[in-house]
T-cell receptor, first 115, second 111 residues
Framework: AQSVTQLDSQVPVFEEAPVELRCNYSSSVSVYLFWYVQYPNQGLQLLLKYLSGSTLVKGINGFEAEFNKSQTSFHLRKPSVHISDTAEYFCAVSDIARGAQKLVFGQGTRLTINP | DAGVTQSPTHLIKTRGQQVTLRCSPKSGHDTVSWYQQALGQGPQFIFQYYEEEERQRGNFPDRFSGHQFPNYSSELNVNALLLGDSALYLC??????????FGEGSWLTVV
């Protein structure tokens, strides 16, 4: 079984400042890793994913994440945030062996951008 | 290209009633999954349908059931509603071993 821990439930940041949202996972098998964003009263939108290859993955809206296998982490970063980045961010994993079709999510991190 | 569409967007039910939520997958997608997202929580996997059969199931009671139709659309049914079933229900669609796309969700309130 897999589990995901998002280390911060809320992260307040000033506009144009850098941000890092932390995610650690636990799994006995190989996994794919994802970050999704949820804007208020909306569904989930995929930001980026790690399947294989380079451990630094780039996503939409200027976000990137780095897969660290030894630390079982997949932290999300953005060098300069905007007001429009205010949202809930979810880290998720899926089991490669079972077709990567079931996502296990963390509890979410609420990113608040202050002007 | 329409994405994943869900209906209804909001509904209110009374304890003990039954509810049906509907989902049309993204064009060309044959796999549909359902997730429950309680307020302030991450989504939790309910079950997944492929070729009209339930392929995987999460830790949800039998009150939660589903169906997939030949056109790949899907329904989620919840019987004997409890207050704790109040949540956002998300439908997701995909092709096998491919990116999973989510709909906007159906907000269910049980009173």
């Amino acid at each position: 079984a897999q589990s995901v821990t998002q280390l911060d439930s809320q992260v307040p940041v000033f506009e144009e400042a850098p941000v890092e949202l932390r995610c650690n996972y636990s799994s006995s098998v190989s996994v794919y890793l994802f970050w999704y964003v949820q804007y208020p009263n909306q569904g989930l939108q995929l930001l980026l994913k790690y399947l294989s290859g380079s451990t630094l993955v780039k996503g939409i809206n200027g976000f990137e994440a780095e897969f660290n296998k030894s630390q079982t982490s997949f932290h999300l970063r953005k060098p300069s945030v905007h007001i429009s980045d205010t949202a809930e961010y979810f880290c998720a994993v899926s089991d490669i062996a079972r077709g990567a079709q079931k996502l296990v999510f963390g509890q979410g991190t609420r990113l608040t951008i202050n002007p | 290209d329409a994405g994943v569409t869900q209906s209804p967007t909001h509904l209110i039910k009374t304890r003990g009633q039954q509810v049906t939520l509907r989902c049309s997958p993204k064009s060309g997608h044959d796999t549909v999954s359902w997730y429950q997202q309680a307020l302030g929580q991450g989504p939790q996997f309910i079950f997944q349908y492929y070729e009209e059969e339930e392929r995987q199931r999460g830790n949800f009671p039998d009150r939660f059931s589903g169906h997939q139709f030949p056109n790949y659309s899907s329904e989620l049914n919840v019987n004997a509603l409890l207050l704790g079933d109040s949540a956002l229900y998300l439908c997701a669609s995909s092709l096998p071993r491919n990116t999973i796309y989510f709909g906007e969700g159906s907000w269910l309130t049980v009173v």
